[in-house]
Nanobody
Framework: QVQLVESGGGLVQAGGSLRLSCAPSGSMFSINAMGWYRQAPGKQRELVARITRDGSRNYADSVIGRFTISRDNAKNTVYLQMNSLKPEDTAVYYC??????????????WGQGTQVTVSS
């Protein structure tokens, strides 16, 4: 099954940094527009940042100036650099987007999520 795979979550103190990575499960796939979402306990899933294939970005207001989304099209990987982390950033972070193979597009694919916990 075509899916996205995240990595890079963990436990960090407030003010610290983490970098999340996301790539398709197989080497024959490429990524299109991609986004990072997060879901905290008891809350709805929310968009954190999004990047188009040509690099245009947008961010949730709560992360502007602290988080940076980027991509490496040669590696078919999207990143989320998270700096100045706050306890309220604690959530499961999910990667989402469309994946292409040579003959098909797989739309709205999600990763399994990676836990980010920020201690105060």
């Amino acid at each position: 099954q075509v899916q996205l795979v995240e990595s890079g979550g963990g436990l960090v103190q407030a003010g610290g940094s983490l970098r999340l990575s996301c790539a398709p499960s197989g080497s024959m796939f490429s990524i299109n527009a991609m986004g990072w979402y997060r879901q905290a306990p008891g809350k709805q899933r929310e968009l954190v940042a999004r990047i188009t294939r040509d690099g245009s970005r947008n961010y949730a207001d709560s992360v502007i100036g602290r988080f940076t989304i980027s991509r490496d099209n040669a590696k078919n990987t999207v990143y989320l650099q998270m700096n100045s982390l706050k306890p309220e950033d604690t959530a499961v972070y999910y990667c989402n987007g469309d994946i292409s193979s040579y003959d098909a597009v797989y739309r709205d694919r999600w990763g399994q999520g990676t836990q980010v916990t920020v201690s105060s």
